[in-house]
């Protein structure tokens, strides 16, 4: 099975850097993937990793550490709009499209 | 074109009805899939279609049936539904089923079965 854990809320302030981690435990793995949405619309694709390291994409960058089972998406320079709930999501055991949720974090960015 | 677009956005439907919920891609993607998101919960994956046949079925009840007339389309067809089935449903598709492709989602049909 597939189990996946992320903070359920961070709050930060504009302009400041957040973290927000993600570890999962799962009978394969595939790859795992960050997405961002806002309330009431779907989720929008952030970023992809499936080997060690830091994947880096403007102000987002995600990283990835499979011996751990661990992952960050790292936001910088924190803007208002980067108030929403973010997923980490896991590509399991096949190649068969399937990507199980985590139950998301919701960040709130005050000024 | 680099949209998902499902119609209608929202839908209220009785428990007898027979409605259906549709799903567009024109970026030639050969993956789509359907998600069930419950206010404040994760999705959670419905069905997967790869190159318009049914891979994955997770368990889904039989009042929610799927079909992939072509490519670019998919429908969610719902018949005698539950007030707890009442979501979001989500349609997303990706470039093939291999672990490289992010999803593309569209911004989802807002289901309430009275």
């Known amino acids: 099975g597939q189990n996946i854990d992320q903070p359920t809320e961070m709050t930060a302030t504009e302009g400041a850097i957040v973290q927000i981690n993600c570890t999962y435990q799962?009978?394969?793995?595939?790859?795992l993937f960050w997405y961002q949405q806002h309330a009431g619309e779907a989720p929008t694709f952030l970023s992809y990793?499936?080997?060690?390291g830091l994947e880096e994409k403007g102000r987002f960058s995600s990283f990835l550490s499979r011996s751990k089972g661990y992952s960050y998406l790292l936001l910088k320079e924190l803007q208002m709009k980067d108030s929403a709930s973010y997923l980490c999501?896991?590509?399991?055991?096949?190649?068969?499209?399937?990507?199980?949720f985590g139950d998301g974090t919701t960040l709130t960015v005050k000024p | 074109d680099t949209e998902v677009t499902q119609t209608p956005k929202h839908l209220v439907m009785g428990m007898t009805n027979k409605k259906s919920l549709k799903c567009e891609q024109h970026?030639?993607?050969?993956?789509m899939y359907w998600y069930k998101q419950k206010a404040k919960k994760p999705p959670e994956l419905m069905f997967v279609?790869?190159?318009?046949?049914?891979?994955i079925n997770e368990s889904v009840p039989s009042r929610f049936s799927p079909e992939c007339p072509n490519s670019s389309l998919l429908n969610l067809h719902l018949h005698a539904l539950q007030p707890e089935d009442s979501a979001l449903y989500l349609c997303a598709s990706s470039q093939g089923t291999g672990a490289v492709y992010g999803y593309t989602f569209g911004s989802g049909t807002r289901l309430t079965v009275v």
């Open positions: 990793n499936v080997l060690d």
């Open positions: 799962t009978s394969g793995f595939n790859g």
């Open positions: 999501a896991v590509r399991g055991d096949t190649n068969a499209g399937k990507s199980t």
């Open positions: 279609y790869s190159y318009e046949k049914l891979s």
């Open positions: 970026m030639g993607h050969r993956a």
